[in-house]
Nanobody, 123 residues
Framework: QVQLVESGGGLVQPGGSLKLSCAAS????????VGWYRQAPGKQRELVAG???????DYADSVKGRFTISRDNAKKTVYLQMNNLKFEDTAVYYC?????????????????WGQGTQVTVSS
C-alpha cells in the first residue's frame, strides 16, 4: 500500500497560481493511478484531475486549460499546477490513488482520504 500526503495550499488572489504536491510513502507508487479531488463547503467531493500509471491525464471541464497534473515517480510525488485561479476553485484539495484508472476517474479510489490542503481564492 501507499500513503499520500497533500501540501502546497494557501490563500491566493483571483488569477494567481499555486502548485500542490501529493507525496507518497510506502513501497509501491508507480503502479497507481492518482487523482486530485476537491470539496467545497456544502458540496460533495469532485474529481479535479487524474493521471494514470502510464501518464495519461484527464481534467474536469471547470479546470481544463488552467490546471495541469503531473507525476514524478522517482520522487514519488504527484503535482497539481493551478493557474488563473477563480473564486470557485476554493476548496479542500485531496489526492488519492487506485490500481485502476477508471476508479480514479469515477471518484472511487481505493486509498484512504487524508487531511487535504486548503486552497482559498479571495480578493
Amino acid at each position: 500500500q501507499v500513503q499520500l500526503v497533500e501540501s502546497g495550499g494557501g490563500l491566493v488572489q483571483p488569477g494567481g497560481s499555486l502548485k500542490l504536491s501529493c507525496a507518497a510513502s510506502g513501497s509501491i507508487f508507480s503502479i497507481y493511478a492518482v487523482g486530485w479531488y476537491r470539496q467545497a463547503p456544502g458540496k460533495q467531493r469532485e474529481l479535479v484531475a487524474g493521471i494514470s500509471s502510464g501518464g495519461s491525464t484527464d481534467y474536469a471541464d471547470s479546470v481544463k486549460g488552467r490546471f495541469t497534473i503531473s507525476r514524478d515517480n522517482a520522487k514519488k510525488t504527484v503535482y497539481l499546477q493551478m493557474n488563473n485561479l477563480k473564486f470557485e476553485d476554493t476548496a479542500v484539495y485531496y489526492c488519492n490513488r487506485d490500481g485502476f484508472y477508471a476508479r480514479v476517474l469515477a471518484g472511487k479510489p481505493g486509498g484512504s482520504w487524508g487531511q487535504g490542503t486548503q486552497v482559498t481564492v479571495s480578493s
